[in-house]
């Protein structure tokens, strides 16, 4: 794993330009008595969702990187953190994954408020909705207020997946083709490292080019939409398919988080409103940036 600076400098944003900067308002000192380390690159918010601790997959170690590199008054986790259906066929839990846990548990203590969306991946704890542990508040949904006043939606977003509400014999065997994906992943990038070649995903691919796969991601874009619509909010921040984008969804901004098992994505509100992906490299590729897709479009 490179140091903390190296990959800082590898970080692809996408800014949010939908935002009317005159409606902005932010005020020096807001930050309250959160405790900032020095050297760290400060947000308002950061969101992350699909951790899936408790799995091979997980980049815990590059999630800690992260963290040591950004900082932010409020942290929202969108669910999936503890991959509990993984944990049910089989404990794997290397002492890098305690460590995300007790720097989260750290950022609470000094400050940082710190919300915990549970998804389908995590769902026993949505038993404890509306409690806190060690300062983190769990809830099945919170409203985010950007700096210009917008509201955000933030949810997992499962409950707007009709394959894990109504059929989860299927969601589990897409979660065990998506295991074998990933190890298959492992051994083909062994040997593009070997030959100098970035990191490739074969699920991104897949999701990108099949067709059932393009129209899933966009039935459940418009079904989030919907919902912020509902709920009185002007955006969406969710997680659960594994698909970073941000993108204008009629009149709703749609925000997903992406994912810390292959993408490896985060969505940051900066001190004046904007809102960014964030693409944390691997540490095996090349430094580069790279390009994201999809920015938001003016709203209308």
């Known amino acids: 794993m490179g140091p903390p600076s190296t990959l800082c400098a590898n970080v692809t944003s996408l800014k949010q330009t939908h935002r ?9 000192g807001t930050d309250g008595d959160v405790q900032h380390e020095p050297g760290r690159k400060r947000y308002r918010a950061i969101f992350f969702s699909d951790l899936h601790l ?3 997959a997980c980049q815990a170690e590059a999630f800690i990187d992260f963290l040591r590199c950004h900082d932010a008054s409020k942290i929202y986790l969108i669910g999936d953190i503890v991959d509990f259906w993984r944990i049910k066929r089989g404990i794997y839990w ?16 000094k400050g ?24 983190i508040a769990i809830e099945r949904s919170a409203i ?12 997992h977003g499962d409950e707007f997946d009709v394959v894990v509400r109504y059929a989860k014999w299927l969601a589990l065997f897409g979660d065990w083709s998506y295991a074998f994906a990933l190890w298959a992943n492992t051994h083909f990038n062994t040997v ?7 990191y490739w995903s074969l699920s991104t691919y897949l999701k990108q080019r099949v067709k059932r796969a393009v129209n899933y991601i966009g039935e459940f874009e418009a079904a989030l939409a919907h919902e912020a619509r509902r709920c009185g909010a002007q955006g969406v921040i969710c997680g659960h398919i594994h698909h970073a984008a941000m993108r204008q969804v009629g009149d709703i901004a749609y925000v997903n988080t992406g994912d810390w098992v292959e993408s490896r994505t985060a969505v940051v509100e900066t001190v004046d409103g904007a809102f960014e992906i964030i693409r944390w490299a691997h540490p095996n590729d090349r430094p580069r940036l790279e390009v994201l897709a999809d920015e938001l479009e003016a709203a209308a």
């Open 94 to 109: 290397p002492q890098s994954h305690n460590d995300v846990l007790q720097k989260l548990l750290r950022r609470a203590r």
């Open 112 to 135: 940082t408020e710190i919300v915990y969306v549970p998804g389908n991946h995590d769902e026993a704890m949505r038993d404890y909705c509306g409690t806190r542990f060690g300062g």
């Open 192 to 198: 593009r490292r070997l030959l100098g070649l970035p």
């Open 54 to 56: 408790g799995t091979k």
């Open 20 to 28: 009317k900067s005159a409606s902005i308002v932010t005020k020096a």
């Open 144 to 155: 985010h207020v950007a700096a210009d006043g917008r509201r955000y939606l933030v949810m």
